[in-house]
């Protein structure tokens, strides 16, 4: 079982580039989301889906971009990349059939903005 | 506005004492808590979900508490041991889509 796959697992992007973060889940989900994770701060929602299609604001949307194509894929587009967007992105999925299971993580891109 | 408090950032406990951390939130009112390790550099990974008929929830040496009236969730881990060392997050869900975190609380068990 693959589970929650991420790619890349690093990147360095210079200021005013863009670039898409990879998200892909086998295990058939109907939710995935994205998050930030700023070094020994907590996680921050940057965007959620509940189905191919249908995407949502989090709680720090500014400067990301999503798009839901398929159940199995949930890219984030970076479009000019800024220091401030340095952080590790880690991406999850739910089922949510039966009410509210657990939510299964990937293991993190690390992306430095110089 | 929501928002979710987890006690203090970092807790340090003597090897084969309980630890005990807090998450409280404010203006929502939901219907299950999950509570998620995190280990450093890693994603985080589910412990427990507790709803809210539900007083305590037990899972081995972990033991869950949900007050909905004191809109708080204390996370038990009993017998502890310097392998439960981690970042340990709360994540309280209304049954909308989102899932959001407290900020977490540093646990580090010292032999």
């Known amino acids: ?114 | 506005s929501q928002k979710i408090e987890q006690n203090s950032e970092a807790l340090n406990i003597q090897e084969g004492k309980t630890a005990t951390l807090t998450c409280n939130y404010t203006n929502y009112s939901p219907a299950y808590l999950q509570w998620y390790r995190q280990d450093p550099g890693r994603g985080p990974v589910f412990l427990l979900l507790i709803r809210e008929n539900e007083k305590e929830k037990r899972k081995e040496r972990l033991k869950v508490t949900f007050d909905t009236t004191l809109k708080q969730s204390l996370f038990h881990i009993t017998a502890s041991q310097p392998a439960d060392s981690a970042t340990y997050l709360c994540a309280p869900l209304t049954g909308n889509e989102k899932l959001t975190f407290g900020t977490g609380t540093r646990l580090t068990i010292i032999p």
């Open chain 1, 1 to 114: 079982n693959a589970g929650v796959t991420q790619t890349p697992k690093f990147r360095i992007l210079k200021i005013g580039q863009s670039m898409t973060l990879q998200c892909t889940q086998d295990m058939n989900h109907n939710y995935m989301y994205w998050y930030r994770q700023d070094p020994g701060m907590g996680l921050k929602l940057i965007y959620y889906s509940v189905g191919a299609g249908i995407t949502d604001k989090g709680e720090v949307p500014n400067g990301y971009n999503v798009s839901r194509s398929t159940t199995e894929d949930f890219p984030l587009r970076l479009e000019l990349a800024a220091p401030s967007q340095t952080s590790v992105y880690f991406c999850a999925s739910s089922s949510r059939q039966k009410l509210n299971t657990e939510a299964f993580f990937g293991q993190g891109t690390r992306l430095t903005v110089v």
